[in-house]
């Protein structure tokens, strides 16, 4: 396993949990503050909570996997398939809506990258894995 591997990970670690953890105890605020989320449809406080204790899995995953690469991948793998599947519905949904490059443009970083960055490490950065 190489370094920038497992600091890649811990990165987007932080950056997940900064999220999940603001859906938790800041959702209002959170709904509020990122783009396109007001026009997903009403405020619905359980349901962003929901959606940020995933989050909050998801960076705990790849925490673990940032500290103890071969013991954690399952549960990088796990995080990867959630964040990639949310991708995919996002992608879904702007090829349906009204302004479907906007829509992608606007969920590049914290959407699509941020998914393809654990798909990516599941992949190619596997216990026993090559390079």
Do not use: E
């Not at 396993?1 to 950056?15: F, H, K, P, Q, T």
């Not at 859906?23 to 605020?29: C, G, I, K, Q, R």
């Not at 949904?93 to 990258?113: E, N």
Request: aromatic share 12%; with cysteine.
């Amino acid at each position: 396993m190489r370094g920038w591997d497992r600091w890649v990970s811990g990165g987007l670690a932080l950056l997940l949990a900064a999220n999940g953890g603001t859906m938790l105890f800041a959702s209002l605020a959170w709904y509020d503050a990122v783009p396109g989320v007001p026009a997903t449809g009403p405020f619905n406080g359980h349901f962003v909570k929901d959606i940020g204790a995933v989050y909050a899995m998801a960076a705990l995953a790849l925490g673990w996997f940032a500290w103890r690469p071969r013991q954690a991948w399952p549960a990088l793998v796990m995080a990867a398939l959630w964040l990639g599947l949310h991708a995919v519905i996002h992608v879904y949904d702007a090829a349906c809506g009204r302004s479907p490059l906007a829509d992608l443009q606007r969920d590049l970083v914290g959407v699509y990258l941020f998914a393809a960055i654990p798909v990516l490490l599941a992949v190619f950065r596997r216990p026993g894995a090559a390079g």
